[in-house]
């Protein structure tokens, strides 16, 4: 068996692409287990939305093809199964932090485009006293959206308007979420 997989290994650093697909229908097994393994410990985590389990089977099988390049097959101490299992493992862990770090970014930059969105709409209500506006926008918002549209371009936070109104920081960002929504398709001409 060892001496078979020597010769399979040797065949795919040659280049032989059947011999990768022999060696990849081997370890099928141990990358689906771990992928879906991986997939379990995100979802503990509530970081299960960024991966998905057939982007990190794929990224497992690269990482065993980079084992195979990469295995010292003269040295006897650590086996190519233990070697390609370790290999398999950091890639996924590799493969997780860049979808972490990219979700990152991509919330970071959701938070500025809010912020400056915000930032647009309060400047807008504290330079012009336009009463016409205003009265559409009261039309188009709910009395519970109107009451946290007052307070929010008055300039308070989230976390206050929540307190004062008794409801939920959720419930208080959503409305915020919605009054942005209905005052954008206002402003659209």
């Given at each position: 068996m060892r001496e078979q997989l020597s010769a399979l290994l040797e065949a795919i650093v040659q280049g032989d692409q059947n011999a990768f697909n022999r060696l990849s229908e081997m370890y099928a097994p141990l990358i689906?287990?771990?992928?879906?393994?991986?997939?379990?410990?995100?979802?503990?985590?509530?970081?299960?939305g960024l991966i998905d389990v057939q982007d990190l089977e794929q990224e497992a099988r690269l990482a065993l093809f980079r084992a195979v390049q990469s295995y010292d097959r003269k040295q006897r101490n650590v086996s190519f199964g233990l070697y390609a299992k370790i290999c398999i493992r950091n890639a996924l862990?590799?493969?997780?932090?860049?979808?972490?770090?990219?979700?990152?970014?991509?919330?970071?930059?959701?938070?500025?485009e809010i912020?400056?969105?915000?930032?647009?709409?309060?400047?807008?209500?504290?330079?012009?006293?336009?009463?016409?506006?205003?009265?559409?926008?009261?039309?188009?918002?709910?009395?519970?959206?109107?009451?946290?549209?007052?307070?929010?371009?008055?300039g308070r936070s989230v976390g206050s308007i929540?307190?004062?109104?008794?409801?939920?920081?959720?419930?208080?960002?959503?409305?915020?979420?919605?009054?942005?929504v209905k005052i954008r398709g206002l402003l659209k001409p």
């Open positions: 689906r287990s771990m992928s879906a393994r991986f997939v379990e410990s995100l979802s503990a985590q509530n970081d299960a862990i590799s493969q997780w932090r860049k979808a972490k770090t990219a979700h990152a970014r991509k919330a970071k930059a959701e938070r500025r912020r400056e969105s915000d930032d647009s709409v309060r400047s807008f209500f504290s330079e012009e006293d336009d009463g016409q506006l205003r009265s559409k926008i009261r039309e188009v918002l709910s009395p519970y959206e109107n009451t946290i549209f007052e307070q929010y371009i008055s929540a307190v004062s109104v008794g409801r939920s920081e959720k419930s208080v960002s959503n409305a915020v979420y919605r009054v942005r």
